[in-house]
């Protein structure tokens, strides 16, 4: 059910409990049970009112909050979801109910450090568009970085060759990394697209070329973009917003 898109393993496991899965007609209600390639699979009305009651979270982490659970005494982001933290601007409709933040997680990490658009979601077939293993979604970063003692103008000083490598040719954990766009906002500032999220994986690209980052802000995943969103606010992702 998770590879044909349907729903998560988790919300399959679920809606299997419940007795909201057919198969050929018959309702299976045993985890673990197989099916066939020529079988079609069916789910309730019930399983599809379940996962359209499914909220996803746009939030702008600052720095200081962790995107998971609580580590090292800092405070997870989704403390931040509360229906007084709720950007006036939000356009949707959607009432703020405590059960939104029931297996609401975060769909694609930002570190400590670093903030920007930071996505929550019960829906499983987000995360794994977000995060499966074979997601090819765009994330999009400005990052600020400084060159040796240069804190200013540093795209002038930094080697053309070694911008070419931030693109392409670098391996992280003993694996290549995905060809990347990177390029200068300003002299300060580096413009990063990624398809791929490794743990810190943007700061530490910057250190094997002998950059160091000392700011780095998410602003876009997919089609959907920070925006205006106000730092430590967050709003519903809309009907028609898709990732």
């Given at each position: 059910m998770s590879e044909l898109g349907l729903c998560s393993r988790r919300?399959?496991?679920?809606?299997?409990?419940?007795?909201?899965?057919?198969?050929?007609?018959?309702?299976?209600?045993?985890?673990g049970s197989r099916v066939r390639p020529?079988?079609?699979?069916?789910?309730?009305?019930?399983?599809?009112?379940?996962?359209?009651?499914?909220?996803?979270?746009?939030?702008?982490?600052?720095v200081g909050y962790v995107s998971g659970q609580a580590e090292d005494g800092y405070e997870p982001a989704v403390t931040l979801i509360t229906a007084a933290n709720r950007w006036e601007g939000d356009r949707a409709t959607t009432r703020f109910?405590?059960?939104?933040?029931?297996?609401?997680?975060p769909a694609g990490r930002l570190d400590i450090d670093s903030t920007g658009l930071l996505v929550l979601t019960q829906d499983g077939r987000i995360a794994k568009q977000l995060i499966g293993e074979h997601s090819s979604v765009e994330k999009e970063y400005l990052v600020r970085v400084t060159y040796g003692e240069r804190a200013t103008e540093v795209a002038e000083h930094f080697p053309a060759e070694q911008l070419a490598l931030l693109r392409f040719g670098l391996s992280l954990d003993g694996a290549a990394l995905k060809a990347a766009k990177v390029s200068w906002q300003n002299g300060e500032q580096l413009r990063f697209v990624l398809r791929e999220g490794k743990k810190r994986q943007i700061r530490r690209m910057c250190e094997l070329v002998g950059l160091q980052v000392v700011g780095l802000k998410r602003v876009r995943m997919g089609s959907v973009a920070l925006g205006a969103l106000p730092q430590g606010k967050w709003r519903y992702l809309l009907p028609d917003e898709s990732f």
């Open positions: 919300e399959a496991d679920e809606w299997i409990e419940n007795g909201w899965v057919r198969v050929d007609g018959e309702r299976i209600d045993t985890l020529d079988q079609q699979i069916e789910v309730t009305r019930d399983a599809q009112a379940a996962q359209s009651r499914q909220v996803t979270i746009l939030l702008h982490k600052p109910l405590p059960g939104h933040l029931r297996t609401l997680a």
